[in-house]
């Protein structure tokens, strides 16, 4: 199993390194609220910001992120937060799972 190194702790986290919250992260959790049950226990995966975590208070929540300055933030927001690869390494069975890929707009040419 290939282990990637803690975040460093005491950082601040770079957010112009962390997509923003926008309209794709609202309708997520918009949906993600209208099909919780109350014993889910939910992976959010590439949780970001932490904002759809952190916005399921009540619920048990546990968040993935590859990139250290988003753990640090979603931390931050108390998303108990694991740095892996999507969900790489993770042993445990979740009854819901979110996930709100990242992009990258692309020209027409290079689709």
Do not use: C
């Not at 546990?62 to 998303?79: E, F, K, W, Y």
């Amino acid at each position: 199993m290939r282990t990637l190194p803690p975040s460093p702790t005491g950082s601040a986290p770079d957010t112009s390194q962390i997509y923003p919250p926008r309209e794709d992260t609202f309708f997520l959790l918009r949906l993600a609220q209208s099909e919780i049950r109350p014993d889910d226990i939910i992976l959010e995966v590439g949780t970001g910001s932490g904002y759809i975590a952190s916005s399921l208070q009540g619920f048990r929540v546990i968040g993935t992120d590859i990139n250290p300055h988003a753990v640090l933030l979603s931390h931050a927001r108390g998303v108990p937060v694991i740095r892996t690869d999507i969900a790489h390494g993770l042993r445990r069975v979740f009854t819901l799972i979110l996930f709100n890929p990242p992009y990258i707009p692309t020209d027409p040419d290079e689709r």
